[in-house]
């Protein structure tokens, strides 16, 4: 099983859809967890830390399920500009990146 | 807004030549790290840096590469014999506590190996 793994996409979806991703890691241990944002040929951002709780912050929701080891994100009212790559990190002694997914939002 | 920077933009080498990459971190910020994406590949972990001293590599992190601090506002990377396929964007970052606390990545260089 990859470290971090993601469905690499694209997800192509329409103005206004609600679309969800997910990630798996294999590390039981590890303790931290985070969605980035990458746009083509730029640096990752930090959109949001996933919580044990879940947290929201605006349009995106995270959640963390420790028991199935994965994390999700939900993004309601997708808008053009989200279009861009979702990477997945995971922070045990290291911090290891997912591939990606990438998500194309389309008028 | 405080911002990682980075320098140079792009860097083109020949096989073999030693290259140092710069970043600066921010300034009040602690940790500080190197990371490297080739192009269509996976954003990968290679360093990390705190007081002074290397905290965590990874094995890509090998006896060609090396970090220093070398006054209080540059972070260097350095590959002292390149290899085509350390052709990469190179992302330096920093944080100011490690843990669940934000990275701030650079803007990257982008290293070509000929």
């Known amino acids: 099983r990859k470290e971090v793994e993601q469905d690499p996409g694209p997800f192509n979806v329409p103005e206004g859809a609600t679309v969800a991703f997910n990630c798996t890691y294999s590390?039981?241990?590890?303790?931290?967890f985070f969605w980035y944002r990458q746009d083509c040929r730029k640096e990752p951002k930090l959109l949001m830390s996933?919580?044990?709780s879940g947290n929201e912050d605006g349009r995106f929701t995270a959640q963390l399920n420790r028991a199935s080891q994965y994390i999700s994100l939900l993004i309601r009212d997708s808008k053009l500009s989200d279009s861009a790559t979702y990477l997945c990190v995971v922070r045990d002694q290291k911090v290891t990146f997912g591939t990606g997914t990438k998500l194309q939002v389309i008028p | 807004e405080p911002e990682v920077t980075q320098t140079p933009s792009h860097q083109v080498t020949q096989m073999g030549q030693e290259v140092i990459l710069r970043c600066v971190p921010i300034?009040?910020?602690?940790?500080f790290y190197w990371y490297r994406q080739i192009l269509g590949q996976k954003v990968e972990f290679l360093v990390s840096?705190?007081?002074?001293?290397?905290?965590?590599k990874s094995e890509i992190f090998d006896d060609q590469f090396s970090v220093e601090r070398p006054d209080g506002s540059n972070f260097t990377l350095k590959i002292r014999s390149t290899k085509l396929e350390d052709s990469a964007m190179y992302f330096c970052?920093?944080?100011?506590?490690?843990?669940?606390?934000?990275?701030?990545f650079g803007p990257g260089t982008r290293l070509t190996v000929l």
């Open positions: 996933v919580y044990s």
């Open positions: 970052a920093s944080s100011y506590r490690t843990g669940e606390n934000e990275q701030f």
């Open positions: 840096f705190y007081n002074n001293e290397i905290s965590e």
């Open positions: 300034s009040n910020h602690l940790y």
């Open positions: 590390n039981s241990a590890s303790q931290s």
